[in-house]
């Protein structure tokens, strides 16, 4: 999903919570950051600020631990949280490094972790398991399907173990890492190609739009597209992300400091909004604010604010490639100062934004436009299945109502000859006549008789007309 730029919409919230995470989850889930900084408890680096006006942080709360946008994103943070409860593994962890991490060796340690948390941990994997199975379940329930293979489709969840569905162990452990480093990596190309269909899907239908026009609007509208494409190119120069002229304008505009007195290490705690010790995703993006405003603005037509997002998250992987050495996503004190002293920082190359590139070729849209075809006649095709199946079934419609209306009828016969049956015959002037139950056999064989002789139907009919006052004064008669 591609975020857009204003914070009220839907969109933006959940890119925010699938690429800002909290560092102790980016931590726990990236593989080379699992669990490394998850117990990092060292204070920041004193700092001087002598010629500052930076108010004392109140007391330190912990932090929220964000949404990682996964499927199994409860899952995961219920079983870091319950790791951390155990001594001898929070020790362990301590004094592992990201290589230990990475190769599973850590997770041997989960072997010397007390009864108490393994038997959550058991617990928690049999209730994720049980999850798993009602998706599955309904699933099946939603495709109708029949014949699926049930154990098939749980191994497509592959943060768990499902040859040991009941009890949590160490492989467990290295699934959890391996699967949520792996989706966490292919975020940001996942977003990325979102982003570039939306572009595609953007030109594909201003092309189309342009068919429907006569010569003389299509060439009003072509200038209008030039106009608009000169309009948002018109910008002040934007500053290459990380580097001193872009910090020193967060100082200024931002943090309202004197840009004479820039120092790199309070400017680092000021931004460490967490009081965490790193700059974090989120914490990061944020630097890049006034940047976007410079080429981005709601009001504008011709700024498109999902574009502003795609250049947030490139500003975002830009700095972290340049200064994140360890590769874990996340800046120290170390690396952020070490950075800060690369010519890079001093004398950056220019930055070019997303309008001086070239975000697709030619043949990329015709590819994109044969897809999108492919896709509209399946669509086709499976509306007009669904208009046959309806006709089809209003037609079993119909005769279905036939059919009742007709059982209807012969019930109604049925049960008028019933009737007919039990009255007695009347006299020659159509008076009720009382038999004895002795004759009743004769009286019913007479009645078949008129039944079958269409020269007594009239006095039949006169029969069926007599009011049933006078039926019954005959008969007590």
């Known amino acids: ?41 060292s204070e920041g680096v004193p700092i001087d600020i002598d010629k500052t006006k930076i108010e004392p ?28 409860t155990d001594s001898h593994f929070r020790e362990k ?47 099946m329930d939603a495709d109708q399907d029949i014949g699926i293979d049930h154990q098939a489709l749980l191994k497509r969840f592959e943060h768990v173990n499902h040859q040991n569905p009941h009890t949590f162990e160490s492989k467990d452990l290295d699934l959890l890492i391996k699967t949520a480093t792996r989706d966490l990596e ?19 239908e201003r092309r189309e739009h342009l068919k429907t026009l006569d010569e003389e609007k299509r060439k009003e509208e072509e200038a209008r597209y030039e106009e608009m494409k000169k309009k948002h190119e018109d910008h002040p120069k934007v500053n290459h992300p990380g580097s001193q002229d872009q910090l ?13 007195d820039f120092n790199p290490k309070t400017f680092f705690q000021l931004h460490d909004t967490n009081g965490d010790s790193f700059l974090d995703e989120q914490e990061l993006e944020a630097l890049f604010t006034k940047e976007l405003e410079k080429v981005y603005d709601p009001k504008n037509e011709e700024d498109d604010m999902i574009e502003m997002e795609e250049e947030r998250l490139r500003m975002r992987e830009h700095v972290m490639n340049e200064v994140d050495v360890n590769k874990d996503r996340l800046i120290t004190m170390e690396e952020f100062l070490t950075a800060t ?55 079993q419609q119909e ?4 059919q009742k209306t007709e059982l209807k009828q012969v019930v109604e016969q049925m049960e008028m000859k019933k009737t007919q049956q039990v009255l007695p015959p009347g006299g020659p002037n159509g008076e009720l006549q009382f038999h004895p139950p002795g004759e009743q056999s004769v009286v019913n064989a007479e009645l078949h008789h008129q039944e079958d002789n269409p020269a007594l139907k009239p006095v039949q009919e006169l029969q069926k007309d007599l009011p049933k006052g006078a039926e019954q004064s005959q008969l007590h008669s």
């Open 93 to 139: 962890l301590q004094n592992a490094d990201i290589e230990e991490i990475k190769n599973g060796k850590l997770n041997k340690e989960l072997d010397f972790v007390s009864h108490h948390v393994r038997t959550k941990l058991d617990e928690l994997k049999r209730q994720e398991v049980a999850r798993l199975r009602m998706l599955i379940k309904a699933k």
């Open 341 to 395: 002293e690369k010519k890079e920082f001093l004398e950056p190359d220019s930055w070019e934004t997303l309008d001086q590139q070239q975000l697709f070729t030619e043949e990329e849209l015709k590819e994109y436009e044969r897809h999108i075809a492919e896709q509209e006649a399946e669509l086709k095709q499976r509306e007009n299945d669904l208009h046959q199946q309806r006709e089809e079934l209003q037609k």
């Open 248 to 260: 020193k304008e967060v100082w200024e505009e931002t943090d309202g400091l004197d840009p004479n």
């Open 186 to 204: 292919n975020y940001d190309k996942e977003h990325h190609d979102e982003f570039k269909r939306y572009e595609m899907m953007k030109e594909h």
């Open 399 to 402: 005769e279905l109502q036939a």
């Open 57 to 84: 942080h109140a007391e330190e709360e912990k932090p929220e631990t964000q949404d990682t946008g996964l499927y199994y994103d409860h899952y995961l943070r219920e079983v870091i949280d319950l790791l951390e």
């Open 1 to 41: 999903m591609i975020a857009c730029a204003l914070t009220s919409d839907p969109k933006v919230k959940k890119v925010n919570q699938l690429t800002k995470m909290h560092w102790r989850i980016a931590v726990a889930l990236h593989c080379m950051f699992f669990l490394n900084c998850l117990l990092i408890t």
